[in-house]
């Protein structure tokens, strides 16, 4: 399986673009905890790219690739700003850090997805899930 | 998402419903500043039928967790699924939200 998709810089569609995509993904049968957690992590790397990427320009894109390899599903979303310095994300599990109202949708992207990795200076994410399937 | 109140042993219990997500949470933001203009100082959110969270929604409660602080409030929540519980517990929020198992053990506490 390989999806390929421009997503306009709106928020507001997110939800519906991932119901879309839910449903192409379906035949792989991935387990709803499993997809409660993909889903979250595209979400969260959407809103990124949007908000801080594209600065919400409703005339730039996002790029999402979904590709599955066996029992991987690996999502790249792609915007088109300057990046960012993602080797210095504050842990927002940290006490003094834990009433701040930003700064949580890197960290749980890390934590919910199996492999993260940023490319052309933090413009590029690619999500990888091992994923099972639904008994 | 909907937004349902109602009140227990002098607790507002607000029952939401659906979704809480970057679309979302603003509707959520008007209902708890209609509970802070009402000058509510017990509330406990149940999240019984609450069947996603992102980090909007996270951040739209630690608002109102410090406004309901300042004003002297309290703030717990219920009845969460196993989903919507791990965000909490990834994040480490559960250490800074009251979250019990179910609504009478919250009410029981507030």
Same mark, same amino acid.
């Given at each position: &399986?390989?999806?390929?998709?421009?997503?306009?810089? *709106?928020?507001?569609?997110?939800?519906?673009?991932?119901?879309?995509?839910?449903?192409?993904?379906?035949?792989?049968?991935?387990?709803?905890?499993?997809?409660?957690?993909?889903?979250?992590?595209?979400?969260?790397?959407? %809103?990124?790219?949007?908000?801080?990427?594209?600065? &919400?320009?409703?005339?730039?894109?996002?790029? %999402?690739?979904?590709?599955?390899?066996?029992?991987?599903?690996?999502?790249?979303?792609?915007?088109?700003?300057?990046?960012?310095?993602?080797?210095?994300?504050?842990?927002?599990?940290?006490?003094?850090?834990?009433?701040?109202?930003?700064?949580?949708?890197?960290?749980?992207? #890390?934590?919910?997805?199996?492999?993260?990795?940023?490319?052309?200076?933090?413009?590029?994410? #690619?999500?990888?899930?091992?994923?099972?399937?639904?008994? | 998402?909907?937004?349902?109140?109602?009140?227990?042993?002098? %607790?507002? /219990?607000?029952?939401?419903?659906?979704?809480?997500?970057?679309?979302?949470?603003?509707?959520? *933001?008007?209902?708890?500043?209609?509970?802070?203009?009402?000058?509510? $100082?017990?509330?406990? /959110?149940?999240?019984?039928? %609450?069947?996603?969270?992102?980090?909007?929604?996270?951040?739209?409660?630690?608002?109102?967790?410090?406004?309901?602080?300042?004003?002297?409030?309290?703030?717990?929540? $219920?009845?969460?699924?196993?989903?919507?519980?791990?965000?909490?517990?990834?994040?480490?929020?559960?250490?800074?939200?009251?979250?019990?198992?179910?609504?009478?053990?919250?009410?029981?506490?507030?």
């Amino acid at each position: &399986m390989n999806i390929s998709e421009k997503v306009p810089s *709106r928020l507001e569609i997110i939800p519906e673009f991932i119901s879309s995509l839910a449903e192409k993904i379906k035949p792989l049968g991935i387990s709803s905890e499993q997809f409660f957690n993909i889903r979250l992590s595209l979400e969260e790397a959407l %809103v990124n790219a949007i908000k801080y990427g594209n600065k &919400m320009d409703p005339q730039l894109f996002v790029d %999402v690739v979904v590709e599955s390899q066996g029992d991987k599903l690996i999502i790249i979303v792609k915007d088109k700003g300057q990046g960012f310095d993602f080797d210095n994300v504050l842990d927002p599990t940290k006490v003094e850090n834990l009433e701040k109202t930003s700064g949580r949708g890197i960290f749980l992207i #890390k934590n919910l997805m199996d492999e993260v990795e940023f490319s052309d200076g933090g413009s590029q994410i #690619k999500m990888v899930k091992v994923f099972n399937k639904d008994e | 998402m909907n937004v349902k109140e109602e009140r227990a042993n002098g %607790v507002l /219990v607000c029952i939401l419903e659906g979704e809480v997500n970057i679309n979302t949470s603003p509707e959520l *933001r008007k209902a708890f500043d209609e509970i802070i203009r009402n000058k509510e $100082s017990k509330v406990l /959110v149940d999240f019984s039928s %609450v069947s996603y969270i992102d980090s909007s929604g996270l951040a739209t409660l630690i608002e109102m967790l410090q406004r309901l602080k300042r004003a002297g409030g309290r703030l717990c929540f $219920s009845n969460m699924s196993q989903k919507v519980k791990n965000v909490f517990e990834i994040t480490k929020l559960d250490k800074l939200f009251e979250i019990f198992e179910s609504r009478q053990e919250a009410l029981q506490s507030l």
